[in-house]
């Protein structure tokens, strides 16, 4: 059973591929950021000197790699179950939600997560995959029965005097 948002709106469409693309270059300036943040931690625990491939060991680098990995799923999980929008869907009035309109579950984000890596390292294959359907669903959207939805502008109150 899904958990219903605090707002609801009596008009929701899907998203269209250009404001998803808008959104997911937002998001990735936030990424890069906690990229950046975990390579200043990673430096610090590694005695001051910068994890490579060539001078640091097997272990540090998949270790290395599984914090980038699980801190940019934690991040997307976070919002995606919280309230359906990271930053860049926020601004975008973008939302991620299940195809009864509900909040998703963190099994529900990690099998979106996981599915959206092939979808947008196939050369974008997974999300040009909307363009082709009326439902303007990704092939991670339908695989993990989730939907991306455009919100309605917030109707102005006019201030009787």
Not at 10 to 17: K, T
Not at 97 to 109: L, P
Not at 128 to 147: F, I, P, V
């Amino acid at each position: 059973m899904h958990r219903p948002f605090k707002q609801e709106f009596a008009q929701i469409a899907p998203a269209s591929f250009i404001k998803r693309l808008m959104a997911m270059v937002y998001d990735s300036l936030l990424i890069v950021a906690l990229w950046m943040v975990i390579g200043a931690i990673s430096v610090g625990l590694n005695g001051g000197e910068a994890i490579s491939v060539e001078t640091s060991p097997r272990t540090t680098i998949a270790l290395f790699n599984s914090a980038l990995f699980c801190a940019t799923f934690l991040f997307f999980g976070f919002f995606w179950t919280r309230n359906g929008q990271t930053l860049g869907m926020l601004a975008w009035r973008l939302r991620v939600q299940t195809m009864a309109g509900g909040r998703m579950s963190w099994g529900q984000s990690l099998v979106r997560f996981m599915l959206a890596i092939p979808s947008l390292g196939l050369f974008g294959i997974g999300f040009l995959w909307m363009l082709l359907t009326d439902e303007r669903l990704a092939l991670h959207d339908r695989w993990s029965g989730s939907c991306v939805v455009q919100l309605p502008k917030k109707d102005k109150q006019k201030k009787k005097g």
